[in-house]
T-cell receptor, first 110, second 114 residues
Framework: DAKTTQPNSMESNEEEPVHLPCNHSTISGTDYIHWYRQLPSQGPEYVIHGLTSNVNNRMASLAIAEDRKSSTLILHRATLRDAAVYYCILRDFSGNQFYFGTGTSLTVIP | DGGITQSPKYLFRKEGQNVTLSCEQNLNHDAMYWYRQDPGQGLRLIYYSQIVNDFQKGDIAEGYSVSREKKESFPLTVTSAQKNPTAFYLC?????????????FGPGTRLTVL
């Protein structure tokens, strides 16, 4: 199973950019990189996903390394509402294996 | 509003009793999923369904059962065979099961077995 490795926790000051790293050295060519975030006692919320190219949406940007063995979720301007656990997940084209791991707990400091 | 609803939010049961958790979606999604989350851990897949009247076991299906009689509904039964059922249960759906699709999650049901 393709797995991901993330730091357990990170801190950021409010209104500053945040770069959340994810290593996925065993990624295969058909694996999509997904990011979700979860607030305490709530269901996860989709953030962004990509395959090979960098992706941008209203919530964040996803930067994918050229060899695809790592990726970085970028929150351009952290707010207090961005404090959550962020999960980096791999899913292959068929949708198999949605392994969440333990994620990165982001603390935003006012 | 389109979305996924799970009920109840909190559920208490005595040991040895079966309990059924509800999951309904009005997103017209084909695929539905059940996950379990333990404190401080990520999500683990229990069962998934790609289409009505079809479902497949996930990584930790033992002690659980599901049905998919309607597209919008995917109830999960936690049976007495599940050795440690106390956990946070999350239901999700996606347009189809392909890995390029995002999943939409419900608010979860926290089950406590006394």
């Amino acid at each position: 199973d393709a797995k991901t490795t993330q730091p357990n926790s990170m801190e950021s000051n409010e209104e500053e950019p945040v770069h959340l790293p994810c290593n996925h050295s065993t990624i295969s060519g058909t694996d999509y990189i997904h990011w979700y975030r979860q607030l305490p006692s709530q269901g996860p919320e989709y953030v962004i996903h990509g395959l090979t190219s960098n992706v941008n949406n209203r919530m964040a940007s996803l930067a994918i390394a050229e060899d695809r063995k790592s990726s970085t979720l970028i929150l351009h301007r952290a707010t207090l509402r961005d404090a959550a656990v962020y999960y980096c997940i791999l899913r292959d084209f068929s949708g198999n294996q949605f392994y969440f791991g333990t994620g990165t707990s982001l603390t935003v400091i006012p | 509003d389109g979305g996924i609803t799970q009920s109840p939010k909190y559920l208490f049961r005595k040991e040895g009793q079966n309990v059924t958790l509800s999951c309904e979606q009005n997103l017209n999604h084909d695929a539905m999923y059940w996950y379990r989350q333990d404190p401080g851990q990520g999500l683990r897949l229990i069962y998934y369904s790609q289409i009505v009247n079809d479902f497949q076991k996930g990584d930790i299906a033992e002690g659980y059962s599901v049905s998919r009689e309607k597209k919008e509904s995917f109830p999960l039964t936690v049976t007495s065979a599940q050795k440690n059922p106390t956990a946070f249960y999350l239901c999700a759906s996606s347009i189809s099961r392909g890995g390029y699709n995002e999943q939409f999650f419900g608010p979860g049901t926290r089950l406590t077995v006394l």
